[in-house]
Every structure is written in structure tokens, then in C-alpha cells.
């Protein structure tokens, strides 16, 4: 979440802050990415999720670590053979 209050103390998106630190305008970073500024803005504040590819593309932009920029959680059900877990 971006700008969310947290102990009184603003915390900001690690996305937001590397795309800053890297130099990049929301606008710049958006075109380098083929996706609109809105999209990458819903990105930065977690209000839309990204699977790995596009995370992967948004890690080589700011080249790092895809797990440093994201945390998975998109989980799906296990299915199991015969009907048990």
C-alpha cells in the first residue's frame, strides 16, 4: 500500500521507491513496461496484482531480483489422486 500510515510514519511501495531510486518517472517506467501509467500506479499501490511474467519484466526493468520487488500470493487448490490429501 502506498502512502498508508503505519506507527504514524509513512510507508511507501518498494516498487514506487525503486522506480524513484532508478530515476524513472511513473510515466517513463509505464512506457519502458508497454502499459499505461494507470496500470503501473494500481501496481505500485497492490491495489492489482501481476503474475510472474510481468513481475519478471518489472524486475529487469529496475534490474533486480524478481523476489526482491514481489511476495507471491496467489495460491490455487491442491487436487490430490483418489479424492485425499
Do not use: W
Amino acid at each position: 500500500m502506498q502512502n498508508a500510515k503505519k506507527g504514524g510514519a509513512s510507508v511507501e511501495s518498494v516498487l514506487k521507491h525503486t522506480r524513484e531510486r532508478a530515476g524513472m518517472s511513473l510515466e517513463h517506467a509505464a512506457r519502458r513496461l508497454r502499459i499505461s501509467p494507470g496500470y503501473l500506479l494500481q501496481i505500485e499501490n497492490g491495489a492489482r496484482g501481476v503474475g510472474i511474467p510481468r513481475a519478471a519484466q518489472i524486475a529487469e526493468l529496475y534490474a533486480l531480483d524478481r523476489d526482491e520487488l514481489f511476495v507471491p500470493i496467489r495460491f490455487a487448490a491442491r487436487f490430490c489422486k483418489g479424492g485425499r490429501t
